[in-house]
């Protein structure tokens, strides 16, 4: 465990250390762990251009909405699934199972996503993947071991499907809805590719894709995204410094969901 965690901190500690250190001084080497010259100044040149804040707003929002979205849509499809009584349900999950093996490929998928009118549209992070049937079966198992007596008594009072699904079924699903959403929430957070290959309006690139621009292309976030910052750093420095400001709000958010990711990951394992 030690000798892994080591590969993986080692690295980011490096990129920390670089990212917060004179970027001329940086270009000697010799910087492994910690700044030889403390500096915000890569950190300043960044928050200095108007085109980082755009990206995220765009990731924040994409990522929000998308969460949300995707969680409910497929809790929805999981709690009926979950029902063995429910109507064609070994034919759903055969369709599942193989939509989950087989797609159209990206030229089909692109020119049906440019016929829905999504090309350089915000709505190509969110609409392609409201529903997930590999998440749909961890909620679906999830869902079976919840008591059904507590469906059977709200039933016995009157209560429709609709208000046994909102009003007791997800309240007690805490653990898995946070799985799923933290699941969803890295992925929209890290998704460059969309971006990449459906939008080319920079007024609709999110953090990574700006990210991925000044790493891939070794571009300052001016060059980049357009804009006329002046910049008083070096490429590497600010593309390092980039890495950490995007990287933080996942950092951050994760301690506190970690205790439902892992309840709502054993709970939700496929049961028999």
């Not at 465990?1 to 490096?14: D, K, R, S, T």
């Not at 063995?84 to 999950?93: A, P, V």
């Not at 529903?131 to 008591?147: A, E, W």
């Amino acid at each position: 465990m030690i000798f892994f965690v080591a590969i993986i901190a080692l690295p980011l500690l490096n990129i920390l250390a670089l990212s917060f250190n004179d970027a001329t001084d940086a270009i000697k080497g010799g910087i492994y762990f910690w700044p030889r010259q403390f500096s915000l100044e890569s950190y300043y040149t960044v928050f200095e251009d108007p085109a980082i804040y755009k990206a995220a707003v765009v990731s924040i929002a994409k990522t929000l909405i998308g969460v949300v979205t995707h969680t409910l849509l497929t809790a929805i499809v999981a709690y009926g699934m979950s029902k063995k009584f429910l109507i064609g349900r070994s034919i759903y999950m055969k369709m599942g199972i193989i939509a989950m093996f087989v797609n159209g490929g990206m030229i089909p998928t692109f020119l049906v996503f440019k016929a829905m009118g999504l090309l350089n549209n915000f709505w190509v992070y969110i609409l392609p993947v409201l529903f997930s049937f590999y998440d749909m079966v961890i909620m679906m198992n999830f869902f079976r071991n919840l008591p059904s007596s507590l469906e059977e008594s709200a039933e016995v009072d009157g209560a429709n499907p609709f208000t046994i699904f909102f009003k007791i079924i997800l309240p007690l699903s805490l653990p898995v809805l946070a799985t799923i959403a933290l699941f969803h929430g890295v992925y929209q957070w890290n998704d460059y590719m969309t971006a990449n290959i459906y939008v080319d309006n920079r007024e609709l690139y999110p953090l990574q894709m700006l990210l991925y621009r000044i790493v891939s292309e070794n571009l300052s976030p001016a060059v980049a995204t357009g804009t006329n910052v002046v910049r008083k750093t070096t490429s590497q420095s600010l593309q390092l410094a980039t890495m950490v400001v995007t990287t933080v709000p996942v950092v951050i958010i994760y301690p506190f969901l970690q205790k439902y990711f892992i309840h709502g990951m054993t709970l939700g394992s496929v049961k028999e």
